[in-house]
């Protein structure tokens, strides 16, 4: 019988021995990784694995979201290489402390609501993105020192072994789930290497992971405007890169296990995690989606994972260099292609004919910007910014008025949909200022006036009936409309005319 307890969060029941034997899984691949990334970056492999270490056991404990995993990302490193390039470590160290303070004050300021504004077609371009790019690093294991593609024998092995870890990864589970099938892959893959003396690629022979507990070290910079200057725009992508990455990872492990996690927590660990790798010699990441959906699709649900991962990560690079070292790459690589596998989006494919050729076209632009440039934080903006230019198109087309004139002689334009800078132009169409009668009524029961543009729009209208020397009111705003018009005032003139039956427009709130 399965035996649960609460570690941390009183509300997740946590399976003991999966969250143990799924963080050892999640520290296995967290290595080839870390030291990736390090390299990317033009850091030691050491600097990449103890930022891993810091980041994944802070956010593990403190974060918003239990079972995500967190470490040293390429995103980050594509942002710090030129500032290791022409400053050094040092100054690494001073901007992922810097990063982590920004990232923390977003989550005190309660920023990770921003999240809300990522439409779901970016969500697919940013995860097919990311999963293209985990498949495409792991050809790099295909090829030799020089560059040049393996062939012959070489070339089998790999294949083989890939192929056979992928298999055991794919086939498992439809026989057991007591051991994850990742762990098991890649312990099999290496028995068999071991075992025939295979010739084949390990991680030693990527870079050694040997070393010691990440020592406590304050950046020697110079502590002065001039530093702050150099380090502040650095700090700040890697705090935007950080956030958007942890927090639209936080949002798809939400949606696979049907809980919700707390963006505003997880930037405020985030920040503490990249704070603390700065101090200890560490190179600042964000969570990792990849690594964080081995650790789901293994049935880790809890904090537990995480810890473990992390602590066994640091086992790992103190006592356990010599024998990780010997792991073969090609087990890792049919485990990272697996997640890239599990990671795409299939069913976007599928949509193409159902959805909005507009949201179509935002998932592809951000899966080309994620593939191609390599920068999360970017494609995920570029989306959102097409998907807000598209929606304020569509809604510019949208606003429309109903005109009749009544018994009384008065003109009715009833105005439905938004009043906004997108439909300024449309609204002002409408209206037939020289040929309407003496008194005009412009309804909004249908309609809000949004922005600046739709006040001074309302100005210009009032503007042109009042030159032409007829009357016109403004019927049924909002409150919040009419308290745009008030606080606007003191900016504009706004010409709101008052009459005694529809007094709506000009009343104190």
């Known amino acids: ?29 967290l290595v080839p990784e870390a030291i990736a990334f390090a390299l990317i970056a033009g850091l030691s492999p050491l600097t990449g694995l103890y930022a891993a270490f810091v980041l994944g056991l802070v956010t593990a404990i403190l974060g918003g979201r239990p079972g995500m995993i967190s470490g040293a990302t390429g995103a980050v490193a594509v942002v710090i290489v030129s500032l290791v390039q022409s400053h050094g470590v040092e100054y690494v160290f001073a901007t992922v402390v810097l990063a982590g303070i920004f990232q923390m004050l977003a989550g005190f300021l309660r920023l990770g609501k921003l999240m809300r504004l990522v439409p779901h077609p970016v969500i697919f371009g940013f995860v097919n993105g990311l999963a293209i ?24 092995v790999l294949f083989g072994l890939v192929v056979l870890t992928m298999f055991i990864i794919w086939g498992l589970p439809k026989l057991s789930k007591a051991i994850p099938a990742s762990l098991v892959a890649i312990l099999a893959v290496f028995g068999l290497v071991v075992y025939f003396n295979i010739d084949t690629r390990t991680i030693g022979d990527i870079a050694s992971i040997q070393g010691g507990f990440p020592p406590f070290h304050i950046p020697n910079i110079p502590f002065n405007l001039e530093t702050l200057t150099i380090i502040f725009p650095y700090a700040a992508i890697v705090a935007g890169v950080g956030l958007i990455e942890s927090l639209l990872t936080l949002n798809i492990i939400d949606e696979i296990t049907e809980t919700r996690g707390r963006g505003n927590k997880e930037a405020v660990a985030q920040g503490t995690a990249n704070i603390l790798s700065g101090l200890f010699s560490g190179m600042g990441g964000c969570a990792m989606l990849g690594q964080s959906l081995i650790n789901i699709s293994n049935g880790a649900r809890a904090r537990l994972s995480g810890i473990v991962a992390a602590i066994m990560l640091l086992v790992f690079i103190m006592f356990g260099a010599d024998l990780i070292e010997k792991l073969p790459m090609a087990a890792l690589t049919g485990l990272m292609i697996m997640v890239a596998i599990g990671t795409f989006e299939w069913a976007s494919l599928r949509t193409f004919n159902r959805m909005p050729k507009s949201d179509i076209f935002v998932m592809v632009m951000v899966t080309l910007v994620t593939v191609f440039l390599h920068n999360l934080a970017l494609a995920v903006v570029v989306g959102v910014i097409i998907s807000a230019l598209v929606f304020a198109w569509d809604n510019a087309k949208r606003i429309r008025a109903r005109k009749y004139v009544d018994e009384d002689g008065v003109k009715h334009y009833e105005i439905y949909g938004p009043l906004f800078f997108g439909s300024v132009t449309a609204f002002n169409e409408k209206f037939d200022v020289l040929n309407d009668p003496e008194e005009v009524i412009i309804d909004f029961e249908e309609s809000r006036v949004v922005d600046m543009s739709a006040i001074e729009a ?26 745009l018009l008030k606080n606007a005032e003191e900016i504009i003139e706004v010409n709101v005319l008052e009459d005694p039956t529809y007094k709506v427009a000009v009343d104190n709130i």
């Not at 985990?134 to 062939?151: A, E, P, Y």
């Not at 309302?458 to 409309?481: F, M, P």
């Open 1 to 29: 019988m399965k035996k649960y307890f609460n570690l941390f969060d009183l509300s997740q029941k946590v399976d003991y021995k999966n969250e143990v034997l799924s963080g050892l899984t999640v520290a296995l691949a």
């Open 133 to 156: 790019i985990i498949f495409m690093s792991q050809l790099d294991q295909f090829k030799d020192t020089s560059g040049n593609w393996l062939t012959g024998t070489p070339l089998y």
């Open 458 to 483: 309302l100005n210009k209208i009032t503007e042109r009936y009042q030159k032409v020397g007829k009357k016109i009111h403004l019927k049924h705003l909002s409150a919040d409309c009419r308290r």
